[in-house]
């Protein structure tokens, strides 16, 4: 079993900055990819962004620029920093863990940008 737990979400002003964090512990594999996922009120769940074990990351056009993924490998760890934060950012930001066994979610952390 694999558990996914976020933290780091609150309330900000529009230009501030947060950073959230998640970490995996239980049975799965150390090559995967760990990501970030955010779901606004009426809309999908989308891709924010996503880094490799061996770091190699991608971002959603929206948040280039602005959001930096990264990894502790040892730690099983992902962060997301997100500066410049705009309204549009407010959403349930969830984690997520892929390997080759399967997908494992996160509860999710709420991250709300006020104007």
């Known amino acids: 079993q694999v558990q996914v737990v976020e933290s780091g979400g609150g309330l900000v002003q529009a230009g501030g900055s947060l950073r959230l964090s998640c970490t995996a512990s239980?049975?799965?594999?150390?090559?995967?990819?760990m990501a970030w996922y955010r779901q606004a009120p009426g809309e999908q769940r989308r891709l924010v962004a996503a880094i490799a074990t061996s770091g190699s990351s991608t971002y959603a056009d929206s948040v280039k620029g602005r959001f930096t993924i990264f990894r502790d490998n040892a730690k099983n760890t992902v962060y997301l920093q997100m500066n410049s934060l705009k309204p549009e950012d407010t959403a349930l930001y969830y984690c997520?863990?892929?390997?080759?066994?399967?997908?494992?979610w996160g509860q999710g952390t709420q991250v709300t940008v006020s104007s």
């Open positions: 997520n863990v892929h390997d080759l066994l399967g997908d494992y």
């Open positions: 239980g049975r799965f594999l150390s090559f995967n990819t």
